[in-house]
């Protein structure tokens, strides 16, 4: 089992301890009104973890409390990883960035753009641009998700069987029926939140050979010692498993059992998109590979080069998510922030508004987990709680801010 304990003194490493308290009371608001269950936070800093907390319940109507070996759903915080499984192939020669997705999954040969009309007789137009490994990494592949319900393309999805975390048939077929519905737009030309990642997931299975909970298992979750992170939480390990809440009457935190225990059990889907659960202390590992340039105690995943590659800003242009992104639910805001291959990265702190450093860069969950990785002030943070939707509170937002005052030095 991974480790999450303070290994410094806060003042060590540049905090005033006095100052990150202030974390631990903000959020410990939202447990005491009944609004979140429970929660863990963790910041390090040049690799040591300075402050680490928990607070209030992983199963608040069993009294049992959050602890640092909870299991928590990570949802789309499953990204990053299955990014970094792809690019770990890119350095290998299994691909090139410019390729189309088609050489890995035909159906994907000759895309269709949606133009107009109803779900069931949309018009459509051959897409002037193949479908690219790249166009994947960074959510400009034209693809969707169902639960959107922003577009006719978003409800294609949803009567495909598409909606959240309930998808009925394997990877591969899902991949055969994503390939079957029209795009929103043409490759490479706007943002859209999508299953790009899942459809990544599957090229990484492909080019590697192995389905991808054998690939993350052997290439990244056992190298990087993260034993408890996987597509699904065993029986031996359910009594560690926090459950799903959403916000009920008043705002008042209420248990999502049927949501919640789909994780129990092998899914039908292996979703590199939003399939993982694992703790904080396994996430911690990943992020700080990620801080140190893809290395960890002796093991390295990527190369310094591809850690800097992928959380620079990729977006055509060089624009904002603002600029370019469909106005649909996401990870992170919009204005100042541009997207790499797999993360959100910080442009402008100023246009963003949320205290940051430039090239800061990040994801979160829709259980409203979330982390950061600032390489200037070799920061990192995470927080893990079990709340849907993300956007109830933003609490990735409010966690910056506290994480940055506290810096001194």
């Given at each position: 089992?991974s480790?999450?304990?303070?290994?410094?003194?806060?003042d060590?490493v540049?905090?005033?301890?006095?100052?990150?308290?202030?974390?631990?009371?903000?959020f410990?608001?939202?447990?005491?009104?009944g609004?979140l269950?429970?929660?863990?936070?963790?910041v390090?800093?040049?690799?040591?973890?300075?402050?680490?907390?928990?607070?209030g319940?992983?199963d608040v109507?069993?009294?049992?409390?959050?602890?640092l070996d909870?299991?928590f759903?990570?949802y789309s915080?499953s990204?990053p990883?299955?990014?970094?499984?792809?690019?770990?192939?890119?350095?290998?020669?299994?691909?090139?960035?410019?390729?189309?997705?088609?050489?890995?999954i035909p159906?994907?040969?000759?895309?269709r753009?949606?133009?107009s009309?109803?779900?069931?007789?949309?018009?459509?137009?051959?897409a002037a641009?193949?479908?690219?490994?790249?166009h994947?990494?960074?959510?400009t592949?034209?693809?969707?998700y169902?639960?959107?319900?922003?577009?006719?393309?978003?409800a294609?999805?949803?009567a495909?069987?598409?909606d959240?975390g309930?998808?009925?048939?394997?990877l591969?077929?899902?991949?055969?029926?994503w390939?079957?519905?029209?795009?929103?737009f043409?490759?490479g030309?706007?943002w859209?939140?999508?299953?790009?990642?899942?459809?990544?997931?599957?090229?990484?299975?492909?080019?590697?050979?192995?389905?991808?909970?054998?690939?993350?298992?052997?290439?990244?979750f056992?190298?990087?010692?993260?034993?408890?992170?996987?597509?699904?939480?065993p029986?031996a390990?359910?009594?560690?498993l926090?459950?799903?809440?959403?916000?009920?009457?008043?705002?008042?935190?209420?248990?999502?059992?049927?949501?919640?225990?789909?994780?129990?059990?092998?899914?039908?889907?292996?979703?590199?998109?939003?399939?993982l659960v694992?703790?904080?202390?396994?996430?911690?590992r990943?992020?700080?590979?990620?801080l140190r340039g893809?290395?960890?105690?002796g093991?390295?995943?990527?190369?310094?080069?591809?850690?800097?590659?992928?959380?620079a800003n990729?977006?055509p242009g060089?624009?904002?998510?603002e600029?370019?992104a469909?106005?649909?639910?996401?990870?992170t805001s919009?204005?100042?922030?541009?997207f790499?291959?797999?993360f959100?990265?910080?442009?402008?702190?100023a246009?963003?508004?949320?205290?940051?450093?430039?090239?800061?860069?990040?994801?979160?969950?829709?259980?409203?987990?979330?982390?950061?990785?600032d390489?200037?002030?070799?920061?990192?943070?995470l927080?893990f709680t079990?709340?849907?939707?993300?956007?109830?509170?933003?609490?990735?937002?409010?966690?910056?801010?506290?994480v940055?005052?506290?810096?001194?030095?």
């Open positions: 089992m480790d999450l304990t303070v290994e410094v003194d806060p060590q540049g905090f005033d301890p006095v100052r990150l308290d202030r974390i631990d009371r903000h410990a608001r939202y447990v005491d009104d609004r269950p429970g929660w863990l936070i963790a390090s800093r040049a690799g040591q973890l300075a402050h680490v907390s928990t607070y319940h992983r109507e069993n009294g049992l409390p959050v602890e909870s299991l759903r990570i915080m990204k990883i299955t990014s970094v499984a792809a690019m770990m192939l890119y350095e290998e020669g299994a691909f090139q960035l410019k390729d189309p997705v088609s050489k890995f159906s994907f040969a000759d895309p753009v949606y133009v009309g109803p779900t069931h007789a949309p018009v459509t137009v051959p641009e193949p479908m690219r490994i790249w994947l990494l960074t959510h592949a034209g693809l969707t169902g639960f959107h319900h922003a577009h006719p393309v978003d294609m999805y949803r495909a069987g598409f959240f309930d998808a009925s048939v394997g591969d077929e899902a991949c055969e029926r390939a079957s519905m029209p795009l929103l043409e490759p030309t706007e859209n939140y999508s299953v790009a990642t899942d459809v990544l997931g599957r090229v990484v299975e492909v080019a590697s050979g192995q389905s991808l909970d054998e690939f993350l298992a052997e290439r990244i056992g190298p990087l010692g993260m034993v408890d992170t996987a597509f699904w939480a029986e390990d359910h009594h560690r926090a459950a799903l809440y959403v916000p009920g009457a008043e705002g008042q935190a209420t248990r999502a059992d049927m949501l919640g225990d789909a994780i129990m059990r092998r899914p039908p889907m292996l979703s590199g998109g939003g399939g694992g703790t904080a202390a396994d996430y911690h990943f992020t700080q590979m990620l893809g290395e960890l105690d093991t390295r995943l990527l190369g310094r080069a591809t850690v800097d590659f992928m959380t990729h977006l060089g624009v904002d998510l600029t370019i469909r106005p649909t639910f996401s990870e919009f204005s100042g922030m541009g790499g291959l797999g959100s990265v910080v442009d402008s702190p246009e963003n508004k949320v205290l940051s450093s430039p090239g800061e860069y990040a994801w979160g969950g829709a259980a409203s987990t979330g982390f950061f990785v390489p200037v002030e070799e920061i990192t943070a927080i079990q709340l849907l939707p993300s956007s109830t509170y933003n609490l990735r937002a409010q966690l910056k801010p506290l940055y005052q506290a810096l001194v030095d």
